[in-house]
């Protein structure tokens, strides 16, 4: 697995003014790999991801994913990768059908090919009687997990998943994970932020940031086990609150 | 005792959708109240109604006795709510915001500075900053001051922390707590179930109908079967695994554990021989105690969704 890297950052650095929102970053991400992209609001995290997307150049250093530099290539970049993020992803006016054509086109399918992706993916999630449904009367499970499969429409390398799951129903929210393990079983690649600390362990790695910087990287089990904790959850404090220090009056 | 707010039958529907269906709870004064539940199960609609912004089409609710249909002038005195998208003015400072909306309600930043303390300290150094240009915790902690500010006897939050990272999440609840000296009752809604242990009761909500109401530590204990957690090397193939096993009553993925009850109520040596037969390595198998969350998922199995589009 190791020999395939899909994502590979080198001393990246991103300035806003004075301001050091992402402070050289080091680390590789594998095929197929599921990568948990952690960190506590404000530490750099949605910085990274606009880079690494091709939506922003960085200040110095530099990410090569799936083989395009962010700082030379980003066009590239965003015709080879797969985004999709909790606020927007899907219009709401068009339906079911024509979302997945607008995005099939954008990402340059074929006719032939996006009409028998939108077969495939209508049959996989049991989706043919809310074909031609506006997506706004979809429900917010449904949508999520029908942006998922638009985001992977193209077969990309890789997709970044921002928040998937954030307000979603509990059964759903883990329909969305196994969704997440079959198409990384495919060799695709899963970026993905998340706030529940349970899916955290879902992860293969997981990464966690603080004040621009990757402090801890590794298994779930073994971060575990290098922080003496029980959960994620305990090493994401550990790690955000240093000093122990929780809210006090 | 007075009940801080009393709901009885309440429906909402818009066009053929009913949001809410029958709603009948009551919370005590000074309680922390939460209503858990996901997107889209009906927790804002009934919060509107609650901060009498919204009419039910059905049902009655009454708020530390008034009736919040006739007495929402009144009402609107002693409720301060936070909404769930950030709704304070971007383009006012951080103090014109609290300033205003202490005087909306006639009272001064002053008077009631010893309510907000706790919170509006973290932000104060930033008061000449615009509230369009703070980050999501400051915002958060600015929005509960502007909503505190006038003393409310009702405190009623939308979802103040989801987008929130866990750490900040758990400050955000220590806060809450500190304010129950003051005597003011607190309904919060949230759609992450590990911070229901956290309020006093709390109402399990799904498509727009309450599935349970109690302490979180009573709801837990309402747990039908024996629960197992069962961990091995490969999760997706042991949940797949599970799946095809005929005693599996349920499987779902909890962190790095799969949650597992049986239709006998406990496992016999056949899983051992379907695990080996699947090639799956387990690593343990222990009986675990159930959480909010195996509850949530439980009560949803046998309220299946009741409309589809």
């Known amino acids: ?249 | 005792m007075q009940n801080a707010i009393e709901s009885k039958g309440i429906t909402k529907k818009f066009g053929n959708n009913t949001v809410l269906n029958d709603i009948t709870f009551s919370v005590d004064e000074s309680e922390i109240f939460g209503f858990i539940g996901p997107d889209g199960a009906g927790k804002t609609t009934l919060f509107r109604i609650i901060t009498t912004l919204l009419l039910p089409d059905e049902g009655n609710m009454t708020i530390f006795g008034t009736d919040n249909r006739t007495g929402f002038r009144d009402l609107r005195k002693h409720i301060g709510y936070m909404p769930g998208r950030f709704s304070l003015y971007q383009d006012l400072t951080v103090e014109e915001n609290l300033e205003f909306y202490a005087t909306v309600f006639g009272t001064t930043i002053r008077e009631n500075y010893d309510l907000i303390f706790d919170i509006y300290s973290h932000i104060e150094p930033f008061r000449k900053r615009l509230a369009g240009q703070l980050s999501g915790g400051m915002k958060q902690k600015l929005a509960l001051s502007c909503a505190l500010i006038h003393k409310p006897k009702l405190l009623v939050l939308d979802e103040p922390t989801t987008g929130v990272d866990a750490v900040s999440r758990s400050e955000f609840w220590d806060m809450l707590k500190n304010l129950r000296k003051h005597d003011i009752t607190i309904l919060v809604s949230t759609p992450y179930m590990d911070e229901a242990m956290r309020c006093d009761r709390i109402a399990l909500i799904q498509n727009g109908s309450l599935l349970s109401v109690d302490k979180p530590k009573k709801i837990k204990e309402g747990f039908g079967k024996r629960l197992y957690r069962i961990t091995a090397n490969d999760k997706y193939r042991l949940l797949i695994s599970l799946r095809n096993y005929e005693l599996t009553a349920s499987a779902f993925p909890f962190g790095d554990s799969v949650h597992v009850t049986f239709r006998d109520d406990v496992y016999n040596q056949s899983l051992i021989d379907h695990f080996r037969s699947d090639g799956i390595e387990i690593v343990k198998i222990e009986e675990t105690e159930a959480g909010i969350e195996d509850r949530f998922l439980e009560l949803m199995e046998k309220k299946p969704e009741p409309q589809q589009i």
């Open chain 1, 1 to 249: 697995m190791k020999d395939s890297v899909v994502i590979s950052v080198r001393n990246l650095v991103k300035k806003f003014g004075n301001f050091t929102a992402v402070d050289n970053l080091n680390f590789e991400v594998y095929k197929g790999e599921i990568f948990g992209f952690l960190g506590a609001n404000g530490a750099g995290k949605t910085t990274a991801i606009r880079i690494f997307s091709g939506l922003s150049v960085p200040t110095s250093g530099d990410a090569v994913v799936s083989g395009f530099s962010a700082r030379q290539e980003p066009e590239k970049i965003k015709q080879v990768i797969g985004y999709m993020c909790q606020k927007f992803s899907l219009y709401e006016d068009l339906t079911v059908r024509e979302n997945i054509t607008l995005y099939g086109g954008i990402y340059r399918m074929s006719r032939q090919l996006i009409r028998e992706r939108t077969a495939e993916l209508l049959g996989k999630l049991n989706f043919e009687k809310y074909a031609d449904a506006l997506i706004s009367s979809l429900p917010l499970g449904l949508k999520q997990k029908l942006a998922f499969s638009v985001a992977v429409l193209h077969d990309p390398g890789i997709v970044f998943l921002d928040e998937p799951t954030g307000g979603v129903d509990p059964v759903t929210r883990r329909q969305f994970w196994e969704m997440i393990y079959e198409t990384a079983s495919r060799g695709i690649t899963v970026f993905v932020t998340t706030h529940y600390m349970d899916e955290a362990e879902y992860c293969d790695r997981i990464s966690i940031m603080n004040e621009g910087k990757i402090v801890a990287l590794d298994t779930p089990s073994e971060l575990r086990k290098q922080y003496n904790a029980s959960s994620v959850e305990e090493v994401f404090v550990k790690i955000a609150r240093p000093d122990g220090r929780l809210y006090t009056a």
